[in-house]
């Protein structure tokens, strides 16, 4: 976990650009060539121009559709900080902080920490997420014939079956049924299932993205309208597919239904469900309300209770396609279908409500977890840092490999390994290579001590393929090595926190722990500034709180019979320790439990009250005079004074050094700019 301060100077930074701004004038792009003369100003020879400004401006606020350029104070005051910003930063790499160790230190676990997952993100996800999107606003209808193989099957297994579905798809191209063959031969046990149910004769209707596994998926996006694609695997073995239609997919729906089906197998079971089918039937047309009479009627007990919806649903969610069809061919909410019949019974069908698929942005998030959890991400992500790998060129010394493999068990080698307990000359032999860099058997058998290693091989095998994970992992690592010279956003964010670390760095000794530390200077300032520090007239609340209810109420039983000390006292010697007495002063409502004081006369108690896992009650105890605080009093406030007064006269001292000027004036221009181009 990185540090608190990784979080702080992170903030630091981006704190410095905030700003407050309304108004209505969007940001052009024809803002970088407007009329403008001239830079906005001008910090340590170097120009801050309008493209500059922009850049910066937008970066404050996360829609860049709420970016506005007419506030001319929001703009001051963003220029301002901005050239606030860049003196501290200059000062700061002047005082040689980026240097330092410990900095150093940080900025690379940042890095170590950001990098991977960024590249990833980049590389990996946000195309399968891409792709994932646009697949899910088609539906295809696709049939299917499988004969299963173990992935780990004897060559002559594979090639059994292999055989067998070849010549499936040679009669498919012959022009025989393919749902005949697929109820027939297919070993995916659907395919024999009642008609209509999803599966039977290889069909398994329409599904977007996501739905079925990778390859799969792949053949059937590819595969043109009655084409049957080309043989493939998968995890359960040999496939070819036919697509029957594809379609734009439908918007997903919350549907209720209600579901009528006969509870036992007699002509009287049969019988009592076409009664209560009728009785649904009546009360519906009669305009009862769908949900009373689901909860009363539907056999679907577990949605009966909630009116019968069944939640979100998809095209492609794999229902009866009877049901599915029934349901998504409802256009208006609160219209009504049925009965329908289902393997499962009869049902009727309302539409509650149609959920169109949002933007790519708006989903992304969602369809990035859903990515995250199928096979396919952990396959991309080994499929580029093998790319990477090859474009980097490798080596094995299998020679040493087979070696090791050959002269001890597998038990031994790997506790060789695990131990590191090698040779001085074979610790240092050059196991591995990857473009320019080199690895030994120490290093290699480091990542075999620290990594989960593939199980149910041999051992030259399983070294083999530990030894390619390495190298892929190597891979990777160099291309985060390159990242801040190949992707000017990671670049910008490293640039960002490097200068939010040596920053904060700087204000931490220049002003705030200068601050802290310099009690004679505070005191000093203090006593200049006393004016300024004093309290008004507050009430002071005492507070009585315990566990019990009985407790609290036996003080405020004492407060309304006696005076407020000696119920005071009361409570501090009968208590016997249980009942918490504390003091506070209010000055003005807060929102707070002690409002409650307000609505008191001097020496009233409110009743008890529940509150934080027990019972109190607040008693008005009297005003508190407006006083002029003493230095403890004021400390924190004269401290955030102080430190306020520090930072300004470095700021000064700053502006001086770094010759700073400024152009507000020229702010107007690019206000008129951006409303002349917003009119156009």
């Known amino acids: 976990m990185l540090p608190y301060r990784f979080f702080l100077a992170s903030l630091f930074a981006l704190a410095l650009f905030v700003t407050s701004c309304t108004s209505s004038t969007n940001i052009q792009e024809s803002q970088s060539g407007s009329a403008l003369k001239g830079p906005l100003a001008i910090v340590n020879g170097q120009s801050i121009d309008v493209e500059e400004f922009t850049h910066q401006f937008s970066r404050t606020v996360s829609n860049l559709d709420e970016v506005r350029f007419d506030s001319l104070e929001a703009l001051e005051d963003f220029l301002t900080r901005y050239v606030d910003f860049k003196v501290k930063v200059l000062e700061a790499r002047e005082a040689k902080y980026q240097f330092l160790p410990e900095l150093v230190d940080e900025i690379g676990q940042y890095k170590t920490q950001l990098a991977r997952p960024f590249l990833l993100e980049r590389k990996v996800f946000e195309p399968l997420v891409r792709q994932m999107y646009e697949r899910r606003s088609e539906a295809v209808d696709a049939s299917h014939i499988l004969i299963t193989v173990a992935e780990d099957a004897s060559p002559a297994d594979t090639l059994a079956a292999y055989g067998q579905v070849s010549s499936l798809r040679d009669s498919v191209l012959a022009g025989v049924d393919f749902s005949s063959l697929a109820a027939r031969y297919s070993m995916d046990p659907s395919a024999k299932g009642a ?263 041999q051992s030259q095998a399983r070294l083999f393929s530990i030894a390619e994970s390495f190298l892929n992992s190597e891979a990777i690592n160099h291309e985060i090595d390159l990242l801040e010279t190949r992707e000017p956003e990671f670049a910008q964010t490293m640039q960002d926190f490097r200068d939010g670390l040596i920053l904060f760095r700087l204000m931490e000794d220049s002003v705030w722990t200068a601050a802290a530390s310099d009690s004679t200077g505070l005191k000093a300032y203090f006593e200049s500034n006393k004016a300024n520090y004093s309290f008004p007239d507050r009430i002071r609340v005492v507070s009585f709180s315990a566990v019990t209810d009985s407790l609290v109420n ?127």
């Open 554 to 680: 036996g003080v405020v039983q004492r407060y309304q019979t006696e005076s407020g000390e000696e119920a005071l006292s009361w409570a501090k010697e009968a208590a016997n320790m249980a009942i918490r007495i504390d003091t506070a002063y209010v000055e003005e409502l807060s929102g707070s439990i002690y409002d409650q004081v307000f609505d008191l006369k001097e020496g009233q108690i409110t009743p008890s009250t529940a509150y934080n896992r027990g019972f109190i009650a607040l008693a008005h105890a009297g005003v508190d005079a407006a006083h002029p605080m003493t230095y403890d009093e004021a400390r924190a406030i004269v401290l955030n004074a102080y430190q306020a007064d520090i930072e300004a006269r470095l700021l000064k001292k700053l502006h001086k050094k770094y010759q700073v000027r400024l152009f507000p004036e020229r702010l107007e221009t690019l206000i008129q700019s951006s409303q002349t181009a917003a009119k156009e």
């Open 195 to 457: 008609p209509g149910s999803p599966g039977a004769g290889g069909n398994l209707g329409f599904f977007g993205g996501g739905r079925m596994v990778d390859s799969f998926e792949n053949q059937a996006f590819k595969t043109p309208v009655d084409g049957v694609s080309e043989i493939f695997r998968s995890q359960f073995g040999y496939h070819i597919l036919k697509v029957n239609d594809r379609m734009e997919m439908p918007d997903d729906r919350i549907l209720a239904h209600i579901m009528v089906r006969p509870r036992g197998q007699t002509a009287a079971d049969v019988a009592d469900a076409d009664q209560r089918l009728s009785k649904v039937t009546s009360r519906l047309a009669a305009g009862e309300d769908f949900a009373v009479v689901a909860n009363d009627l539907s056999d679907d007990r577990q949605s009966a209770t909630n009116g019968g919806q069944l939640g979100l649903i998809s095209f492609d969610a794999g229902l009866p396609f009877s049901f599915r069809d029934a349901g998504f061919g409802l256009t208006k909410v609160g219209e009504y279908v049925g009965p329908v019949q289902t393997p499962f019974g009869s049902h009727f069908i309302k539409l509650i409500e149609i959920q169109p698929l949002k933007s790519f942005e708006e989903e992304y998030e969602n369809l990035k977890s859903q990515v995250n959890r199928l096979p396919r991400a952990a396959a991309a992500e080994k499929a580029f840092a093998e790319d990477l790998r090859d474009q980097m060129g490798y080596w094995i010394d299998s020679t040493r490999i087979s070696l090791w493999s050959s002269a001890m068990s597998q038990d031994s080698l790997f506790r060789m390994l695990a131990s590191k307990s090698f040779s001085p000359e074979d610790s240092a032999h050059v196991l591995l290579s990857l473009g320019d860099r080199a690895y030994t058997s120490y290093q290699f058998a480091e990542y075999v001590a620290s990594n989960k290693l593939p199980q149910g091989e």
